[in-house]
């Protein structure tokens, strides 16, 4: 008997190869998943939301309201990885989910802690390349993991078409002509990624300079000193504190990018546009931030535009009101 059951389960499973290489056999219907990081619970909500058992970080009340309201009352179950990691098998196993996904880098640290957790919990756990580069065939991949490949593909080809048209555009911008950029992360605008860092992807994908992209690694902690140095014409920032109270210290109007007023603040709601997840939600940010970047070169209908991405992304378009509020928010600008 016990022989027969396993038979049905293995003709049952499918073998998935995971961005690290790992092959991982996957139930046949997959209905309840744990995202073990932000970048994943944006993704597998967008594809399949009804599979998500629960979010890393619950919504706030500001943030809740821009996604169907059962899915803002999933719980907050912690995240396995990234900063701040909260979760452990117990608390993953008491989700009872049938695959453990994750995005970001797929590296020998990351590869062996999916190794360990879905030995310890005997839940498959995939692996994704979080990169940028790769948003439209991330898509597809999970899509193929999660049985939704139609669905997939809808998204697939929105974002490639979306990305296609913007890069085709900058590829004409020669070299000397592109900005130089400086992001500036944290209420004190000092932590920016260096070169490499998936923070600052959305900077050098749509060929602008990062001026932290002298070393190459993740975020890291700067001087003041040194971001008067790199004297940035362009400073973006995912924080609205930073943005509040930059024009009040005097030591940054020594910077070009403060004196010629160009600090932009990132849009985040529900989720970042610039950064915070690095996911893909980061889709529409590249939008907003192409305009910034090359002000004679790209005019966007925004407000079209983020309807559209809202509706496939988030299930749910926002009201004319919440549009007033995101886009004009002080500091998303240029407006």
């Known amino acids: 008997m016990l022989l027969a059951l396993a038979s049905i389960t293995a003709s049952a499973a499918r073998e998935f190869t995971d961005d690290a290489g790992r092959k991982v056999s996957l139930p046949d219907r997959v209905t309840r998943v744990y995202a073990a990081g932000p970048p994943a619970s944006v993704l597998v ?26 899915y803002a009352k999933l719980p907050e179950l912690g995240r396995l990885t990234g900063r701040g990691n909260t979760a452990n098998p117990e608390i993953i196993l008491q989700a009872k989910p049938d695959l453990i996904v994750d995005m970001g880098s797929t590296n020998a ?21 979080g990169r940028l580069e790769t948003t439209p065939q991330q898509i597809e991949k999970l899509a193929r993991a999660l049985g939704v490949e139609a669905r997939g593909r809808e998204l697939s080809d929105y974002a490639k078409k979306l990305i296609d048209g913007l890069q085709a555009k900058i590829a004409t911008v020669p070299a000397d ?79 070009t990018a403060v004196r010629k007023k160009r ?8 989720f970042g546009w610039f950064d915070y997840p690095p996911g893909a939600n980061r889709i529409i940010g590249l939008l907003w931030l192409s305009e910034i970047l090359y002000p004679d070169l790209f005019r966007h209908d925004l407000r079209k535009e983020v309807t559209t991405f809202y509706r496939l992304f988030y299930h749910q378009e926002p009201s ?8 004009g928010e002080a500091g998303v600008g240029p407006r």
């Open 45 to 70: 909500f967008a594809l399949a939301p009804d599979t998500l058992v629960g979010w890393t970080r619950g919504f706030r009340e500001d943030e809740a309201k821009w996604v169907p309201e059962k």
């Open 320 to 327: 004319a009101q919440q549009l007033d509020a995101l886009l």
């Open 109 to 129: 640290t990351f590869a062996s802690l999916a190794d360990r957790v879905q030995q310890q919990t005997g839940i498959p756990y995939i692996l994704l390349d």
């Open 263 to 270: 600090v932009y603040l990132s849009p985040h709601l529900p």
């Open 177 to 255: 002509k592109r900005p130089e950029v400086y992001y500036a992360r944290g209420p004190q605008g000092l932590t920016t990624g260096m070169k490499g860092s998936i923070n600052v992807e959305m900077i050098e994908f749509l060929g602008a300079k990062n001026v932290a992209a002298g070393q190459t690694g993740g975020l890291t902690n700067v001087g003041l000193e040194q971001v008067v140095l790199w004297d940035p014409p362009v400073i973006v920032t995912n924080d609205p504190n930073f943005y509040r109270e930059v024009w009040k210290l005097p030591v940054w109007n020594s910077v």
